[in-house]
């Protein structure tokens, strides 16, 4: 067993493009902290929190860290959020 945890912090918004832009916003505010990986965050439904929807494009780019783009970006990856 591994001494890693990860913490779930449930917010409720009432569509999948609220929910992923919520959630853009509070891992732009987390990546300063250390702990945190912004480019892993994902949304689900409540009632199917199996079926999870990326926020962030899924795509490694260097050093094994995710793009934090959106997953449907058009060009390439990058690790620096770009103003849509």
Do not use: K
Request: aromatic share 6%; net charge positive; hydrophobic share 35%.
């Amino acid at each position: 067993m591994t001494e890693r945890w990860v913490i779930h912090l449930p917010v409720v918004v009432n569509d999948l493009l609220s929910a992923q832009r919520l959630a853009r916003v509070i891992a732009h505010w987390t990546h300063v902290l250390p702990q945190t990986e912004p480019g892993g965050t994902t949304v689900s439904p409540e009632d199917d929190q199996n079926a999870r929807h990326w926020v962030f494009c899924d795509r490694r780019v260097r050093d094994g860290q995710r793009c934090r783009l959106r997953p449907d970006h058009d060009g390439a990856c990058a690790r620096r959020f770009r103003v849509r």
